[in-house]
């Protein structure tokens, strides 16, 4: 079992940076594979980013490509997500997932946090 615990969200304005950090409890956070995930209002969840277990690979949807960096930090049992250039467009729900696999493997993520919202102001 891995519980997941986000903070970092808030209200910001476009351009602005924001970093995300989701800290896991439970064994073996360094096998898991981790992502980012976030919901807007009235639309369905989407991907955002995902890294391996050695944090040595990284995956990001397109929209957020080259704004947004994921890393992990597996001493600490961290994740973040460095958010650049804000857009009103991120603004949502913003989810941490985990799962005992490879983080390119198609296995659902079996884990999930709570959430912290996002706002970006035009």
């Known amino acids: 079992q891995v519980q997941l615990v986000e903070s970092g969200g808030g209200l910001v304005r476009a351009g602005d940076s924001l970093k995300l950090s989701c800290v896991a409890s439970?064994?073996?956070?360094?096998?898991?594979?981790m992502a980012w995930f976030r919901q807007a209002p009235g639309k369905e969840r989407e991907f955002v980013a995902a890294?391996?277990?050695?944090?040595?690979?990284?995956y990001y949807a397109d929209s957020v490509k080259g704004r947004f960096f994921i890393s992990r930090d597996n001493a600490q049992n961290t994740v973040y997500l460095q958010m650049y250039r804000l857009k009103p467009d991120d603004t949502g729900v913003y989810y941490c997932?985990?799962?005992?696999?490879?983080?390119?493997?198609?296995?659902?993520?079996?884990?999930w946090g709570q959430g912290t919202q996002v706002t970006v102001s035009s």
């Open positions: 997932a985990a799962k005992y696999a490879d983080y390119s493997s198609p296995k659902p993520y079996d884990y």
């Open positions: 890294v391996s277990w050695s944090g040595g690979n990284t």
């Open positions: 439970g064994r073996a956070f360094s096998q898991y594979a």
